[in-house]
């Protein structure tokens, strides 16, 4: 459930003899902890003293928003420039409310100049793109963004949006759009073209490769083609497709060699295993075994019994899941045509 947070509004005050506000602001008990503000506020804070007091209290975000537009200017609080004068001692950037909409001509030109040279400069647009793409600006933009939508603005601002999004283009007509033969084209050109690069071939190869290298992956691919039937119409399409295909004599050396390694895998795994399977045999044997000399009751012969019964069946399963698997290595197993 999603808990409205209490919203704050207060001034700042120097500590003359005559105070002056200073600067108005607004935010959770935690944004009024923090003294710091911008690099104005502080000169302020630091030369006259700063005294922060709480005037308005409230859940509602807009009443809080308005209170605050309000305040900065019945103070005058609203910043000409960066500064400190008597003409011009108040440090807030923007007109109120909703923050960076209110701001200033004078901060918006700052603010433009500074990005557009960090922009400009390689070392800072990488670390500007890192930024971007961390986990923990994307949480922040996305709990921004739930948080702000929850409020009237917010949803007003949905809902013209989606008003819009009706009134210009209609869902028949990009759907129409995108089925029209010329759109088709260009969409199919631009994807020949795409996947003709070789480094994408390599990278897709590269893929495919990792994935059929997986035990869970293979699993999964089996369980989709289970009771699975391509359709007449399907196997048309392939036959049609397949037609006048021929397999290069490189693409057939790779799948020969790719089967034959298969076989090796599998076939030293079994050595492996019977091993292992000897190996705690051999310690078992005569005087080693745990039940040597002792005579075997009835209820044990039983449980024994039902115990080699389970592993024959166990035995049976698992040949009868590498045989699958030995025909999927070799059916499926992809490869790179030229």
Not at 160 to 189: C, F, I, M, P, Y
Request: hydrophobic share 25%; proline share 2%; charged share 45%.
């Amino acid at each position: 459930m999603h808990t409205i947070t209490k919203k704050f509004v207060y001034v700042d005050k120097t500590l003359e003899t005559n105070p002056r506000i200073f600067y108005v602001g607004k935010g959770s008990k935690r944004r009024v902890d923090q003294l710091k503000r911008n690099k104005k506020h502080s000169a302020i804070s630091k030369r006259f003293g700063i005294q922060r007091i709480v005037v308005f209290e409230t859940h509602d975000e807009n009443e809080a928003n308005k209170k605050e537009i309000d305040l900065i200017k019945e103070y005058k609080t609203l910043a000409k420039g960066y500064h400190v004068s008597d003409e011009d001692f108040g440090c807030n950037f923007t007109k109120g409310g909703e923050g960076l909409s209110g701001i200033s001509e004078v901060e918006k030109v700052r603010r433009s100049d500074r990005m557009k040279s960090r922009w400009s400069n390689q070392k800072e647009r990488e670390k500007l793109v890192k930024i971007q793409n961390s986990e923990n600006t994307k949480n922040k933009k996305s709990e921004a963004m739930k948080s702000w939508i929850s409020t009237e603005a917010g949803k007003e601002h949905m809902l013209r949006s989606l008003e819009l999004a009706r009134n210009s283009v209609t869902h028949e007509a990009r759907v129409e759009g995108q089925n029209r033969s010329e759109t088709k084209k260009l969409k199919s050109d631009l994807m020949k073209k795409h996947c003709s690069d070789p480094e994408v071939k390599m990278k897709k190869s590269e893929d495919a490769k990792k994935n059929w290298s997986s035990q869970e992956y293979r699993e999964k691919q089996k369980k989709s083609r289970d009771g699975w039937k391509p359709s007449e119409e399907m196997k048309e399409k392939i036959r049609k497709k397949l037609l006048g295909h021929f397999v290069s004599e490189e693409t057939k050396e790779k799948m020969r060699k790719k089967r034959l390694e298969f076989i090796e895998k599998k076939k030293k795994e079994k050595l492996d295993q019977k091993e292992e399977i000897e190996k705690c045999r051999q310690a078992k044997l005569g005087s080693k075994n745990p039940a040597y000399g002792k005579p075997q009751s009835e209820e044990a012969k039983r449980k024994n019994a039902e115990s080699n019964k389970i592993r024959a069946l166990e035995r049976a399963e698992r040949k009868r899941r590498e045989r699958e698997e030995a025909l999927n290595g070799i059916v499926n197993e992809p490869s790179q045509t030229d």
